[in-house]
């Protein structure tokens, strides 16, 4: 059992972290602002074309997209949630990059799923500009993909470097010289 919790102490800490901060945030703005409602402090208007907090109902995906498929996501929830925590230790110790990318997804994953099986949709509320309104687990996801995209682009980097760098050490033999 200590076996077990060491390998996913990481991935626990990192994605309960996320779910307390999803959850809290959620849970103030659907105590504190009518559905549909926006707030913002009065110190802060001058953010208001920008950036404010609305209270929202979301049945789709992350950002709004594909409304009313809230049972869809909730099972693909369980899926991803369980697939995160199936490759979780086969995952490279060094691989910094693809454990807290699977971290903060499997944390936000959670979060929503929470919603979804509490009270039936998920609670955004951060709406910035004109982009769609989101919450923490929906930031937490993207910016998960984000940390999983650049840890490959790096790595991928790191060993092209390291090949060129094989490639001109090596020695030249008789048979490549004209």
Known sequence: MKKLIQRYRAILII??????????TKGWVRTNIQPGATWLPESLAWLSPYARIVHWY?????????????MVFTVLA??????????????????????????????????NLIDRMTIGHVTD?????????????????????AVLFLGVFLQER????EKAKLAATEPVSENNVE
């Open 78 to 111: 369980f899926i991803v949630i369980a697939a995160i925590i199936f490759y979780y230790p086969q995952v490279e110790r060094n691989d910094w990059s693809l454990r807290l990318a699977l971290s903060m997804q499997l944390g936000g994953a959670i979060g």
């Open 158 to 161: 790191a060993e092209k470097q």
């Open 125 to 145: 509320f951060v709406s910035v500009g004109t982009f769609p309104v989101f919450n923490v687990a929906d930031a937490s996801i993207s910016v998960g993909a």
């Open 58 to 70: 979301n049945t789709g995906a992350a950002f709004g997209m594909f409304k009313d498929a809230s």
């Open 15 to 24: 994605a309960l972290v996320i779910v307390i901060l999803d959850q809290w």
